[in-house]
């Protein structure tokens, strides 16, 4: 239903102005705008500008929980996964999430923390879709409570969309995207590679053997 309605709109938008003068971070809203519908190009906005809202607050979030789950897993500071004594939540984890998130929206417009969340949602896509193939290989014996039909068909399908939507985006993105994940396989390295419950257990059953 996703894809027909998504593909509806675009249908209209090109009906209504040429693609060439669709903005891309506000397409709707712009096209409504050169056509002469201001009130509707500002109805359709305040609904953007809520809907990038709701999806910023769902993306912090699952970062939370993310922080949360690698720490628990020893990827990162044990101190992430502290959960507060009366709350219940991992407090630490959203404070890391909230400041972080707070200093980046004081130098980054919202079209731009847009971009960033795209390409790392098509990147972790790529990921998904290159291990489902992996793991089918791998391990074929694997309890799966579903299984993906026309394999490897859909999982290849699955990483060139998301490739050619990713070559898209502005090259500020490609840049900023380059320079978080190097940064996120320095952590790993220098501490998640030596300090994770794997390696730990690893290490023990090493110790115990000799």
Not at 38 to 63: D, F, N, P, S, Y
């Amino acid at each position: 239903m996703c894809t027909v309605l998504y593909i509806s709109v675009a249908a209209v938008l090109t009906g209504l102005v040429p693609a060439s003068q669709i903005d891309i971070h506000a397409p709707v809203a712009e096209a409504l705008s050169l056509v002469g519908f201001k009130w509707g190009a500002a109805i359709v906005a305040i609904g953007a500008v809520a809907g990038i809202t709701g999806v910023l607050v769902v993306m912090m979030l699952g970062q939370i929980r993310v922080f949360f789950a690698m720490s628990r897993d020893q990827l990162l500071s044990p101190g992430l996964s502290k959960v507060h004594p009366t709350f219940g939540t991992p407090h630490r984890a959203t404070i890391l999430t909230g400041v972080a998130v707070a200093v980046l929206a004081a130098f980054f417009q919202i079209g731009e923390a847009a971009d960033m969340t795209n390409i790392g949602t098509f990147f972790a896509f790529v990921l998904v879709s290159f291990g489902v193939m992996l793991l089918r290989y791998t391990k074929p014996d694997q309890a799966r409570p579903f299984r993906l039909p026309f394999m490897p068909l859909v999982p290849i399908l699955s990483i060139a969309a998301c490739l050619y939507l990713m070559a898209g985006l502005p090259q500020a993105t490609w840049i900023r995207f380059v320079v978080w994940t190097i940064i996120g396989i320095l952590v790993y390295v220098g501490y998640g590679m030596k300090h994770s419950r794997l390696a730990v257990q690893a290490a023990n059953r090493d110790s115990t053997n000799g």
